[in-house]
């Protein structure tokens, strides 16, 4: 079964916003998992080997802040994602494709 075509504005808008939580998904993550890195294993190995000082160690609570801020945030991308789903029914009207 082919799907029927897409013609309106009203069913580009949910796929757009499909699109950017996607991509803003794959951001949220990246980021997420960048920052708890640096924090939680490379600044606490620096310091352990003393290759940084003791001071590097206060970037740690910052850096745990801002990777919870990108957790949220890709937390917000799949509701995003989820809320437009359903256009896809619309699309393909098989629930299972």
């Known amino acids: 079964m082919d799907p029927r075509p897409i013609l309106g504005i009203a069913d580009w808008e949910p796929l757009q916003i499909m699109v950017y939580a996607l991509w803003g ?3 949220g993550n990246v980021s997420f998992a960048g920052l708890m890195l640096l924090g939680h294993i490379v600044i606490p190995s620096m310091y352990a080997t003393g290759h940084a000082k003791k001071s590097a160690l206060a970037f740690r609570v910052p850096l ?3 990777a919870l801020c990108c957790l949220a945030f890709s937390a917000y991308m799949v509701y995003l994602f989820l809320s437009n789903l ?3 029914y619309d699309i393909y009207p098989r629930k299972i494709i």
């Open 25 to 27: 998904l794959v951001a």
């Open 64 to 66: 745990t802040l801002g």
């Open 86 to 88: 359903p256009i896809t």
